[in-house]
C-alpha cells in the first residue's frame, strides 16, 4: 500500500509558468520534506513542515514555496521555473527523529 | 556541517557473490542514525537498513548487513548472496538529530548486478 503519493508523476511546465507539485502521506508523520535530485546527484533538501512549523534550507531558492495545509498533504510551489529547475523532486515523511519514507518521484521538465 | 562521502561512484559484483559498499561521514554530534537507502532506475528511494549510532551491534536486514565504525566515521554496507533486483543507485545518509531528522546525503554508488 502507498504510503507517500505523490502527483503528478511527470510534469511538464514552461520557462516562466508557475508549477505547484503534491505530496500526501497516509502515515499521519509529524514532518514532511521535499527534495530535490537532479540527474546522478544526491537528493537535496528544499525544505520541511514539522507539523505546521515551515523550516526552508538556507540555500533555497525564493523561487520555491510550499504549503501544507493538513497533516497528509504538502504542495511545492515553483513560482518561475527555469530550465535549472529541471529534476526529479521527492516527498518525504517521517515521525519526530524516525526514518523518513519516500515518494516515487516527481520528474518536472522545464521548457 | 555534516557531509557524507562515497567514494565508489559505480560497483559491479557477480550474482550470488558478496559486495561491500563504502562511505564516510563527517560529523561532531555523538547521537545521530545512519542510512543507506536504494533507488532503482526510475523507482523511489527505499530504505534498505538503519543504524543508531548509540547501538554498538551493527545491524542486519536478511541479506543486507552494515560495518559500523563509529570512531573512524564510516558505515559501510554488506550485501551478501547479491540478486539481479539489488541493481540500483544506493545513497549513504547521515539522520540530523539536533532537529527534524534533516538526511545528508552522498553522493551514491551505482551497483550493477551480472547475471
Known amino acids: 500500500d502507498a504510503m507517500v503519493i505523490q502527483n503528478p508523476r511527470y510534469q511538464v511546465t514552461q520557462f516562466g509558468k508557475p508549477v505547484t507539485l503534491s505530496c500526501s502521506q497516509t502515515?499521519?508523520?509529524?514532518?514532511m520534506y521535499w527534495y530535490q535530485q537532479k540527474s546522478s546527484q544526491a537528493p537535496k533538501l528544499l525544505f520541511h513542515y514539522y507539523d505546521k512549523d515551515f523550516n526552508n534550507e538556507a540555500d533555497t531558492p525564493d523561487n520555491f514555496q510550499s504549503r501544507r495545509p493538513n497533516t497528509s498533504f504538502c504542495f511545492l510551489d515553483i513560482r518561475s521555473p527555469g530550465l535549472g529547475d529541471a529534476a526529479m523532486y521527492l516527498c518525504?515523511?517521517?515521525?519526530?527523529?524516525?526514518?523518513?519514507?519516500f515518494g516515487p518521484g516527481t520528474r518536472l521538465l522545464v521548457l | 556541517a555534516q557531509t557524507v562521502t562515497q567514494s565508489q561512484p559505480e560497483m559491479s559484483v557477480q550474482e550470488a557473490e558478496t559486495v561491500t559498499l563504502s562511505c564516510t561521514y563527517d560529523t561532531s554530534e555523538s547521537d545521530y542514525y545512519l542510512f543507506w537507502y536504494k533507488q532503482p532506475p526510475s523507482r523511489q528511494m527505499i530504505l534498505v537498513i538503519r543504524q543508531e549510532a548509540y547501538k554498538q551491534q551493527n545491524a542486519t536486514e536478511n541479506r543486507f548487513s552494515v560495518n559500523f565504525q563509529k570512531a573512524a566515521k564510516s558505515f559501510s554496507l554488506k550485501i551478501s548472496d547479491s540478486q539481479l533486483g539489488d541493481a540500483a543507485m544506493y545513497f549513504c545518509a547521515y539522520g540530523d538529530q539536533t532537529g527534524a531528522n534533516n538526511l545528508f546525503f552522498g553522493t551514491g554508488t551505482r551497483l550493477t548486478v551480472i547475471p
Open positions: 502515515l499521519n508523520h509529524n514532518v
Open positions: 518525504a515523511t517521517g515521525g519526530w527523529r524516525e526514518t523518513q519514507y
